[in-house]
């Protein structure tokens, strides 16, 4: 059953509800899965099932696209609206008129302070762990790209003096959306906090072709194999490069010319529609060197 699939996470589940869900589905245990989802968001979330597993380092670096509804006049302490709220005011009307130029102006390699609520590990603990005790830690900003962002909704006012509205975005591994959303209020000089989130692509594979929870325990789905999920990689069966493989040898660079007419960073080799290794180029020792190999 080594297979990908592709979920459509519902609100209010954890990522790791969803896998031990899978376990009981699926009858194993050996399930991981690529980009954590925050109980309040939605969308899709790639799981891998057995020997699949071994590819979750190498989905986690896809771009991954969101739509997420921003509240505009309340900040919260974890940066969305589950939070306990730290500023509340009612905002000028005519600060839209700022809105889509300041979106595409945020468009670009950047560096973003991750929420103090987040998994990330600072000296050993995760951040969350020092923020449920009020400890006061330094967070280093993180190398982000935000390679997309735009409004696509109008503007809701509500009767409080708030403003809402929903944006798009296209980002890297490692952002947060919610850290967006913080950003878009500093900028505006007013507090403001994700209200709402939808993940609709990871690296290629949208919203429209996953499947809920209920889909799965019906068996009313489908997967996909560990060769269709590298699709955008080179990949050869080479018959010298499989025995390589096996035996964990290096491969030099002008044997990968011949094959690919190229220098790709990884490829991928396979046998009889089963992946069998992934290689990763090595500039220093001018070779590909194996990063896994299923044997």
Not at 26 to 49: E, F, M
Not at 84 to 107: A, F, G, T
Not at 110 to 129: F, M, R, T, W
């Amino acid at each position: 059953m080594n297979e990908i699939i592709i979920i459509n996470k519902e609100k209010g589940l954890t990522s790791h509800d969803v896998v031990n869900r899978l376990r009981k589905i699926l009858n194993t245990k050996r399930i991981g899965h690529t980009g954590t989802l925050d109980p309040i968001a939605s969308g899709v979330l790639i799981v891998c099932v057995d020997q699949a597993t071994k590819l979750v380092q190498f989905l986690e670096n896809q771009s991954k696209k969101y739509q997420c509804e921003i509240l505009l006049g309340t900040s919260t302490d974890t940066l969305d609206i589950t939070g306990n709220i730290l500023k509340k005011e009612v905002i000028d009307r005519s600060i839209i008129n700022k809105i889509d130029d300041l979106l595409s102006s945020m468009i670009g390699i950047v560096d973003q302070y991750p929420p103090i609520y987040s998994a990330i590990k600072v000296n050993g603990k995760k951040l969350y762990e020092y923020a449920r005790k009020n400890i006061e830690v330094d967070i280093e900003p993180r190398r982000i790209e935000i390679k997309n962002l735009k409004r696509i909704s109008d503007f809701e006012f509500l009767d409080d003096g708030q403003i809402k509205f929903w944006f798009e975005a296209e980002v890297s591994k490692g952002t947060y959306i919610r850290s967006i959303c913080r950003d878009i209020g500093e900028k505006l000089n007013i507090p403001s906090t994700m209200n709402d989130l939808i993940r609709t692509e990871v690296g290629g594979f949208t919203i429209n072709s996953s499947y809920h929870l209920e889909d799965i325990e019906r068996g009313n789905y489908q997967s996909y194999s560990m060769l269709e999920i590298l699709h955008d990689l080179h990949k050869t069966d080479n018959e010298i490069f499989i025995s390589k493989a096996f035996n964990g040898m290096k491969i030099s660079f002008s044997n990968i010319y011949e094959i690919f007419k190229d220098y790709p960073s990884r490829f991928i080799i396979y046998q009889n529609d089963n992946l069998i290794a992934i290689y990763d180029k090595d500039e220093e020792k001018h070779c590909y060197k194996a990063v896994r190999v299923w044997k």
